[in-house]
């Protein structure tokens, strides 16, 4: 489709939008919405639900599926999660486009990260602002602007904010797959770095649990009847630390250890706690033959348990020449706008690894700028709110236009 409308035009909507948005995302700062705070993500899923139902969208309500959590005790429970919000319009249309996002944060309710400060006029020191209630404002503004063009017509997208990205999205993670069956190409609006350079390649990411039981005795009289599971755990962990660096690209990373008592007493448990890091789809077979060959270890031992639980929940999200083919799309609109688009690849994962697997091509951080996520010190810029919307709502209006190929039919036009 090619037309003579004018898509600066259609920009012009958000040149006056910084002071509600930022109103707005000081709003939702001011809700904890830590990832287990159920009571707050329902707040917040509300005030999500009231924004995003401006768009004239079908708008849905939908449960997460209960996470398994190993706890200290060894024991595995399920972990309530809050729900997804999920808006679809115009499902038809010849551009189908999935926009996903966040609503939870990594700062619990008894955090003392709960308030905002200005850092300057242009930065706005609060938890969640760049990670990602920034960018979920940045996703809404961008649909808003969509909705007044001539050419809304032509894009059909399907939003999707999730309630457990930060604790790896195990409650949602088969409905972003199921909506990306549906899309040509993917937007996800987790922060960019501060100077707008965006994240291309991913890592995969995986976490895990090696339950190991021993046998407790009197650490004096009967110190030999005893199994201490802490030392089979130092085994264990000194094991599944040398595998780091074994594959390009792969670390672990032993973060925690549950276990122990009394010095009188010989430790029966210990629930060793890591994570995985890696860069290729094939390395995760190989990482859980050899941590499973030093789980076989314990068990091989008199008087010893151990079991693995967990997995890998985020694929590794590899820079494809369809991928390549997006960040270029992405490029020209920025350079009609006077932004520029860079791009490298990170250590870090989000639902956008998820959204690769998928099948689809998807750029993951077109939220704000901003830096410092995950920390007391994490801070959204707030010009970057208009400019980010205005980045993302030109990008669809091209690919609408036919001004820009479609990402997600890219292979197929190199073929044809």
Known sequence: MTHSHNLMNDLAFLDEKRAPMTEQLLAWCGINSGSTNLDGLKRMHAALSDAFGGLGAEVETIPSRPLPVVTREGEIVEQPIGDMLRLVKRPQAPVRVLLTGHMDTVFPVDHPFQSETFLDSDTLNAPGAAD????????????????????????????????DEEIGSQGSAHMLTEAASRAHFACVYEPALADGTLAGARKGSGNFAAIIKGKSAHAGREHHLGRNALVAAADFISGIDRLSGQREGLTVNVARVDGGGPNNVVPDLAV???NVRLEQPDDSDWLLSEANKLIADINGREGFSAKLEGGFTRPPKPMTPQLDAFFRALRAAGDELGIGVDWVPTGGCCDGNNIAAAGIPVIDTLGVRGA??????EFAKLDSLVERAKLSALLLLKIAAGELPNPGLFEKTEKN
Request: hydrophobic share 50%; glycine share 8%; net charge negative.
């Open 132 to 163: 990602m209630k920034g960018g979920l404002l940045v996703m809404l503004y961008a649909l808003l602007t969509i909705e007044q063009s001539p050419l809304a017509d032509q894009i059909g997208y399907e939003v999707l904010i999730n309630a």
């Open 272 to 274: 060793v706690r890591f």
């Open 372 to 377: 410092h996520i995950h920390s007391a010190q």
